[in-house]
C-alpha cells in the first residue's frame, strides 16, 4: 500500500452517483411497507407514497443545495463545520461514523437470514458467522480495489434486486389485474402512517460522502438527488399497485412481497422475491461501505481524525480508511447477542424470517 495523501481519483459520473442515491434508499423496506399502507389505507397507498415523495422533497432540495457548494469528502462534516463551526462538523461526522460502524455488520445479518431461508445451512451457529464475515470482507475488497469497480458491482446488484419487482409489477399487469378504484382514505388513517413513508427515502444522504470522487459533485450530486427521489418513488408507487392488485390475502397485517409472489407466481415467485430482498439488503449495505471509509477520509482532511486515515490504496481508494471500517465491522459481527443488535440498527425495523419456507415473510416496524 502506497502511504499517500494525494486525492483519490475522480471517477464517478452522473450514473454512479444518482445509484448511490437510489441504494441508500432502497433496503429492506420495500418489501414491507406496501402490505403496512395497503392495510392502513388501501387503495390510496400508491398516491400516498407519492405524497410522502413530495413532502420528503424539501429535505433532498436542502441537501442538494449544500452539495452544490461543496467537492470534498465529508457531506455533512463540511456543511456544518461551515455553517457552525468546527465543533458541530466533527459532531455531524462523529455520529455518522458510530452509527454506521454498527450498520454494516447488523444489516450483513440480516442479510444471512434472508439466504438461509434459501440454503438453511447458512444458520448454522458456525456456519453464519463464517458467512457474514465473508461477505463483509468481499465488499470491503471490492471497495479496495477502485472505486469503477464499486460502482459497477453496486450496479449489477442494482439490476438483480430490481428485476424481481419489475417482474412482479409486470406479472400483475399481464394478468389484468387492477387495484380498485381509488377511495380517499379518513384522514386519521393517513395522518397514522404518512411519516412512515418518511422510512422509504432515508439513506439518501449517503451521497455526499463520497463527492470527492465524483467528477462533477456540484453538479451530479444535486441531481442525483433529485433524479433519485423521482426514481424510488416510482418504484415504491408501482410495487405498492402491484402488491395491491394482487391481493395476497392478508392485506391485515404487514408482510413481505414474498406472498404476492407466491399468489401469482407460486414457489418461483417467492424464491424470486425472497433472492430480491436479500440482495436489496445487500446493495443497501454495500452502499453504505462505500460511503463511511470516504467519510473517515474527510474527516481527517479536515484535521478532525489522524491523517493517516488519508492513506490511499495504489488504486487510490482510501485504504487505511477501509482497513479500519473492515476490522470494526468484522468484530461488531462477531458481537455475542448480535442479533438484537442487528435488529434494533436496521433502519427500525425487525425482520421476521422464520416463515419464509412457508412463503412469507413478516415485518414489524
Not at 403496512?36 to 387503495?43: D, K, N, T
Not at 397507498?45 to 413530495?54: E, K, R, S, T, V
Not at 461501505?289 to 488504486?315: C, D, N, V
Amino acid at each position: 500500500m502506497n502511504e499517500q495523501t494525494a486525492s483519490p481519483p475522480r471517477t464517478v459520473g452522473p450514473v454512479g452517483t444518482t445509484l448511490f442515491t437510489v441504494n441508500g434508499m432502497i433496503g429492506a423496506g420495500i418489501f414491507a411497507l406496501p402490505a403496512i399502507l395497503v392495510a392502513a389505507v388501501g387503495s390510496f397507498a400508491p398516491w400516498l407514497m407519492l405524497l410522502g415523495g413530495l413532502l420528503f422533497l424539501p429535505l433532498i432540495l436542502v441537501f442538494a443545495r449544500l452539495a452544490s457548494r461543496f467537492d470534498h469528502h465529508g457531506g455533512p462534516i463540511l456543511y456544518g463545520q461551515a455553517a457552525f463551526g468546527r465543533f458541530v462538523g466533527f459532531q455531524a461526522g462523529w455520529a455518522r461514523l458510530a452509527s454506521s460502524m454498527t450498520t454494516l455488520a447488523a444489516n450483513t445479518h440480516v442479510m444471512v437470514t434472508y439466504l438461509a431461508a434459501i440454503w438453511p445451512v447458512l444458520d448454522g451457529p458456525t456456519v453464519r458467522p463464517v458467512a457474514v464475515m465473508s461477505i463483509i470482507l468481499a465488499m470491503l475488497a471490492i471497495n479496495l480495489f477502485g472505486m469503477r469497480q464499486s460502482v459497477g458491482t453496486l450496479g449489477l446488484m442494482t439490476v438483480i434486486k430490481f428485476a424481481p419487482l419489475v417482474i412482479l409489477v409486470g406479472a400483475a399487469m399481464w394478468a389484468g389485474l387492477s387495484g380498485g378504484p381509488i377511495i380517499l382514505p379518513e384522514f386519521g388513517a393517513v395522518e397514522s402512517v404518512v411519516l412512515l413513508t418518511y422510512y422509504a427515502f432515508i439513506g439518501f444522504e449517503a451521497v455526499v460522502l463520497s463527492a470527492g470522487e465524483m467528477k462533477k459533485p456540484k453538479r451530479d450530486v444535486p441531481a442525483g438527488l433529485i433524479v433519485g427521489l423521482g426514481i424510488v418513488t416510482a418504484i415504491y408507487m408501482a410495487v405498492i399497485w402491484a402488491y395491491l392488485a394482487i391481493a395476497p390475502g392478508e392485506s391485515d397485517a404487514p408482510n413481505s412481497l414474498a406472498a404476492a409472489g407466491s399468489a401469482i407466481m407460486g414457489d418461483f415467485g417467492t424464491l424470486m422475491i425472497v433472492i430480491a430482498a436479500a440482495i436489496s439488503i445487500g446493495a443497501n449495505t454495500f452502499n453504505g461501505g462505500i460511503a463511511t471509509p470516504r467519510l473517515m477520509y474527510g474527516m481527517a482532511e479536515q484535521g478532525m481524525l489522524p491523517r493517516w486515515f488519508m492513506g490511499l490504496s495504489r488504486w487510490g481508494t482510501p485504504a487505511n480508511a477501509i482497513y479500519f471500517f473492515g476490522t470494526i465491522s468484522v468484530l461488531m459481527s462477531l458481537w455475542d447477542g448480535f442479533e438484537f443488535l442487528a435488529i434494533a440498527r436496521h433502519s427500525g425495523a425487525y425482520v421476521d424470517i422464520s416463515d419464509l419456507h412457508a412463503g412469507s415473510t413478516c415485518y414489524r416496524a
